[in-house]
């Protein structure tokens, strides 16, 4: 029997709130046809966003944009045999399923639409704890029961199968809740090419196809390093995942649209949001150690080699609580004796609230942007941060913001802040845990009206399957446990690694220094793992990577990122991708959406280590 071409699998969403035309460019523009168009809408805020949605309308809980890209784009898809994937029905994905049939209808299309259950576990958190779940956090070893907060949304990740049996079942549109991101690609994918449960290596290269693309446009130059090397600024055309029968993949974008694909945006993107290279999905476990990432032509990324292993028995349910409440004022000070203004305003503003004690949490920031002698205004200011939680809304209302004005005309010299007085917000807290993947039954309702359960690949029943022993390493929780990683790269042109592949490891180098940002060896691509970060560094050429990989231990991490010195920071090398990865854990705690950190997600934190400067052999720089 012979094997089908790639499919071809885009992207039109990396968020809730990404470009909502982008649907339309990637069926528009060209020439490639593709088959499967997927988007991602949910993270862990976004559940508790979609939450707060439903609270007020109970027909809701979705990514609504999703209907919007739908009507402009649903005709398209019928006539050209466009399958449509997304995650976009986030706590209400049969409400979602009725409602792009009935914008079918409206439009005088027929669409057959599948939808996905079985991943809400909030209505069984009692059970699960009276059963013995306890729930454990990821992060902080504490048992749910220790958190004595209401639990508004719990949902397990579930894997990429149920979208495959959609698919089979002849659905053009399948309809998911909270699946992982990268199973957007893997169900279609094993749904095109007849994947078996136990193709390990094939459904790992699809699960690295779908991390790739699932950010959309993080893959194809956004938000990217090194600018210099985008030479179409246009917004980058979305990302494009042809994923061949054995599971390798060409990363690309629409001819004629902006942004790159190169090993670098590629690379990025793969270190995105990761922790150990093991990195675990329901259906499978991906060595991200084990892939090659090379050229293979203009802006097209050749991703081979990527090993994979059986998954673990267990699934991870992402819980958010509701926090409290919140409010967070911001007072500019300009101009002289900055730290002696921002001390008398703290000491004022909480001494007219009743002290800091009076609530359950503060956070008082000074941001310093000023310099001396600054040429504008705006150069000579730094801005004062507090923020308040409380579980009572009033306190951290109006109370608070209206008493910081009344410094206007009592406090320091200058006073003025960036926003008016604002009211009190809820916020989460986000607490990630594991269960047992059999208490979870996921379903998959199909367009015919039958429902279908979906067994979970994991033990046990992953230990029935007929791979050969030696083709299928056992899972652990270790970095790529029994599989050889890739070494690292040969040397590249350009001064960047033209193509990550096995070849000589560089040798330390030695002689005269310099002192330079460390931005010049390396790319940085940073992100939030709930209440941790993570930051991934690829290195600019095997010298540079020797380097890095001797020099910048967990220590040295800390000494460059401060915030993380008492922080416990964990170390993980890929030399395929000349990458080193750091988790750091607790600097968002308790995640996104309850942290008093300006930049919740640490999406700059990357590109801050990148500034900081080191001493390093000045062959290493132009190695």
Not at 512 to 540: F, I
Request: net charge negative.
């Amino acid at each position: 029997m012979s094997q089908r071409p790639p499919v071809r699998i885009a992207n039109c969403s990396g968020f809730y709130g990404d470009r909502v035309a982008a649907a339309r460019e990637m069926l528009d523009q060209g020439p490639g046809p593709i088959d499967v168009l997927t988007g991602d809408y949910l993270a862990e805020l976004t559940m508790l966003i979609l939450w707060k949605a439903r609270r007020k309308d109970p027909s809701r809980g979705y990514a609504v944009t999703f209907l919007r890209q739908m009507e402009e784009v649903l005709g398209t898809c019928l006539e050209r045999g466009v399958k449509v994937v997304a995650n976009a029905g986030g706590l209400n994905p049969e409400g979602l399923a009725g409602q792009v049939s009935e914008l079918a209808a409206r439009l005088g299309l027929t669409a057959r639409v599948a939808y996905i259950t079985g991943d809400d576990l909030a209505p069984a958190i009692g059970d699960l704890q009276a059963a013995g779940h306890e729930l454990t956090n990821l992060d902080t070893g504490l048992p749910l029961a220790k958190a004595d907060l209401p639990v508004v949304t719990a949902n397990a990740y579930l894997g990429g199968w149920g979208i495959a049996a959609a698919l089979d079942a002849g659905a053009d549109i399948v309809i998911c809740p909270r699946v992982t991101d990268a199973s957007l690609v893997v169900g279609p994918a094993a749904w095109w090419h007849g994947w078996r449960r136990d193709d390990w290596n094939a459904l790992a290269g699809a699960v690295a196809a779908g991390h790739i693309i699932e950010c959309g446009p993080q893959a194809t130059g956004g938000n990217y390093s090194f600018l210099d090397e985008i030479t179409d600024r246009r917004y980058p055309g979305f990302p494009i995942a042809e994923v061949a029968a054995d599971g390798s993949s060409v990363i690309t974008k629409h001819e004629g649209t902006g942004g790159l694909v190169s090993v670098g945006t590629v690379t990025a993107q793969l270190l995105y949001e990761i922790g150990e290279p093991a990195y675990l999905n329901p259906d499978v476990v991906a060595h991200f150690d084990t892939m090659r990432v090379e050229q293979a032509g203009p802006h097209r990324v050749a991703v081979t080699g990527t090993r994979g292993s059986p998954p673990p028995g267990t699934l991870k349910v992402a819980l958010n609580m509701l926090g409290g409440y919140r409010n967070t004022m911001t007072m500019v000070i300009t101009g002289l004796d900055i730290e002696a203004k921002a001390e008398h305003a703290t000491t004022l503003l909480f001494s007219l609230l009743g002290g800091a004690e009076a609530f359950e949490e503060t956070d008082v920031r000074l941001l310093r942007f000023d310099r001396p002698d600054a040429p504008t205004n705006e150069q000579a200011t730094a801005h004062l941060r507090i923020t308040v939680k409380d579980q009572d809304e009033r306190k951290v209302g109006r109370a608070f913001s209206d008493v910081t004005f009344e410094l206007a005309l009592g406090g320091y010299a200058g006073f003025h802040t960036t926003t008016p007085p604002t009211a009190a917000s809820a916020f989460g807290l986000y607490w990630p845990a594991l269960v047992p993947a059999d208490v979870v039954t996921q379903q998959v309702h199909l367009p015919d009206g039958t429902c279908r359960d979906i067994p979970h690949t994991g033990a046990p029943l992953g230990a029935v399957l007929s791979a050969p022993a030696a083709a299928v390493p056992p899972s652990s929780a270790a970095p790529s446990a029994g599989i050889d990683p890739v070494p690292a790269a040969a040397p590249a042109s350009g001064g960047r690694p033209a193509a990550h592949s096995s070849g000589p490891t560089a040798t330390i180098l030695s002689g005269p220094t310099a002192e330079v940002p460390l931005g010049r060896l390396c790319g940085a691509r940073s992100g939030d793992k709930g209440g941790n970060a993570n930051v991934g560094l690829w290195a600019t050429s095997p010298a540079a990577y020797a380097w890095l990989r001797q020099h910048l231990t967990t220590d040295r991490l800390k000494e460059l990122l401060t915030e993380a010195a008492d922080l416990q920071v964990d170390r993980y090398e890929l030399p395929n991708l000349l990458a080193l990865n750091f988790v750091v854990h607790g600097l968002l705690a308790p995640g996104v959406s309850g942290t008093a950190r300006p930049d919740a997600q640490a999406k700059g934190l990357g590109e801050y280590l990148r500034s900081r400067v080191v001493t390093l052999p000045a062959g290493a720089i132009s190695g």
